[in-house]
């Protein structure tokens, strides 16, 4: 079935970085969502993107929609201990009559 | 307001026993699916539902069945369990299936098949 690219798989950082990530498509989105599962939870929706070229911002996270609809990515600054856990990415392709699709995960670790 | 609840939230099965993983929520959505989660392979869907009465297979639908009898209720049932369903398996639910419709997840089940 259809799936994302999602890179890195795990990041290592010290605490106060600036993080990024990102998720790629072969085909055309018209939805990118970004979610954070923490250790034995569900993901928790974090930023949701409905149009090409879209930047939105929540707290210390952003994210954006790229051009071509195929692409997007999360920036997390200043990271702090608990942003630890693993950040999803997921997607709606063009249709609109298709579930979501999500991404194998990024695993972030916050080294104090 | 409880939003997605799955029950159990742990259970250890035998191969070849059957067993129904259930999900509720109060939010009125329309729309639920189940997804089960393996270690480096992401969230794959396994069927989902848009509306009571109706159903359908998503990405690894075989051993397991879904009905939708309530908007309310979406099991999930593994009907004869095998070692390679050993999983974390989520419930999530939407308003319904438009474009951009956050989805809501449950706190997952983990389950061991031995």
């Known amino acids: 079935g259809q799936q994302l690219n999602q890179s890195p798989q795990s990041m290592f950082i010290q605490e106060g970085e600036d993080v990024s990530m990102n998720c790629t498509s072969s085909s055309i989105f018209n939805t990118w969502l970004w979610y954070k599962q923490d250790p034995g939870e569900g993901p928790v929706l974090l930023i949701a993107?409905?149009?090409?070229?879209e930047l939105t911002s929540n707290g210390r996270l952003t994210a954006q929609f790229g051009i071509t609809r195929k692409d997007s990515f999360l920036n997390i600054s200043a990271s702090i201990p608990s942003d630890v856990g693993i950040y999803f990415c997921?997607?709606?392709?063009?249709?609109?009559?298709?579930?979501?699709?999500f991404g194998k995960g990024t695993r972030l670790s916050v080294i104090a | 307001n409880a939003g997605v609840t799955q029950t159990p939230k742990f259970q250890v099965l035998k191969t070849g026993q059957s067993m129904t993983l259930q999900c509720a929520q109060d939010?009125?959505?329309?729309?639920m699916s189940w997804y089960r989660q393996d270690p480096g392979m992401g969230l794959r869907l396994i069927h989902y539902?848009?509306?009571?009465?109706?159903?359908d297979q998503g990405e690894v639908p075989n051993g397991y069945n879904v009905s939708r009898s309530t908007t309310e209720d979406f099991p999930l049932r593994l009907l004869s369990a095998a070692p390679s369903q050993t999983s974390v398996y989520f419930c999530?639910?939407?308003?319904?299936?438009?474009?951009?419709?956050?989805?809501?997840f449950g706190q997952g089940t983990r389950l061991t098949v031995v």
């Open positions: 999530a639910s939407s308003y319904d299936r438009a474009p951009g419709t956050e989805a809501f």
């Open positions: 997921a997607g709606q392709e063009l249709s609109g009559n298709t579930p979501l699709v």
């Open positions: 939010m009125n959505h329309e729309y």
């Open positions: 539902s848009v509306g009571a009465g109706i159903t």
């Open positions: 993107l409905y149009k090409a070229g």
